[in-house]
T-cell receptor, first 114, second 112 residues
Framework: AQTVTQSQPEMSVQEAETVTLSCTYD???????LFWYKQPPSRQMILVIR??????QNATENRFSVNFQKAAKSFSLKISDSQLGDTAMYFC???????????FGKGTRLSVIA | DTGVSQDPRHKITKRGQNVTFRCDPI?????LYWYRQTLGQGPEFLTY????????KSRLLSDRFSAERPKGSFSTLEIQRTEQGDSAMYLC??????????FGQGTRLTVV
């Protein structure tokens, strides 16, 4: 069975600082996709970034970047220059190829402090 | 296209009543997923469709739950004889063949 583990239930960061959220996963698949989703309070789930396992280069989207370590099955999210609007639950998710359903971690609640 | 749309946003029902939720996916997306999310947890997969075919159902989906996607467009999720344990946020998402999944705003169900 595929599992996703987020070991940090809550984190906080000062505005403009950098924060890293951790995620590990377990799978026997060799190819798959990894995602970070953001869920602001009382708002919908938004895709932050996506990584394809066969690509060695780490994905980046503006202030968001990942550190993908395939051998260690680790997929952390780095948020640079944190903004108040980054306050949200962040979920790490996994899926094998074929657009099968996502498997989510339990999430990390991030608070950005002014 | 305005994204994935879910209706209603909130539903309060008495235990034992039936409820039905609707999801309208992004128009060009052929895959549609239903998830359930309880407070402080990540979304848990319930079921998904490719076009009108229901391809997979989770063990979480008891006999009281049924989902349809007639004509491969919108989908409905019905819960019969609701129980207090059904209280949760029900999320719908859609994707194309090689796309990431995009989520709706969810339907929050409260069973009293």
């Amino acid at each position: 069975a595929q599992t996703v583990t987020q070991s940090q239930p809550e984190m906080s960061v000062q505005e403009a600082e950098t924060v890293t959220l951790s995620c590990t996963y377990d799978t026997s698949e060799s190819n798959y996709y990894l995602f970070w989703y953001k869920q602001p309070p009382s708002r919908q789930m938004i895709l932050v970034i996506r990584q394809e396992a066969y690509k060695q280069q780490n994905a980046t989207e503006n202030r968001f970047s990942v550190n993908f370590q395939k051998a260690a099955k680790s997929f952390s999210l780095k948020i640079s220059d944190s903004q108040l609007g980054d306050t949200a639950m962040y979920f790490c998710a996994f899926t094998p190829p074929g657009n099968t359903p996502l498997v989510f971690g339990k999430g990390t609640r991030l608070s950005v402090i002014a | 296209d305005t994204g994935v749309s879910q209706d209603p946003r909130h539903k309060i029902t008495k235990r034992g009543q039936n409820v039905t939720f609707r999801c309208d996916p992004i128009s060009e997306h052929n895959r549609l997923y239903w998830y359930r999310q309880t407070l402080g947890q990540g979304p848990e997969f319930l079921t998904y469709f490719q076009n009108e075919a229901q391809l997979e159902k989770s063990r979480l989906l008891s006999d009281r739950f049924s989902a349809e996607r007639p004509k491969g467009s919108f989908s409905t999720l019905e819960i019969q004889r609701t129980e207090q344990g059904d209280s949760a946020m029900y999320l719908c998402a859609s994707s194309g063949d090689r796309d990431s999944a995009f989520f709706g705003q969810g339907t929050r169900l409260t069973v009293v």
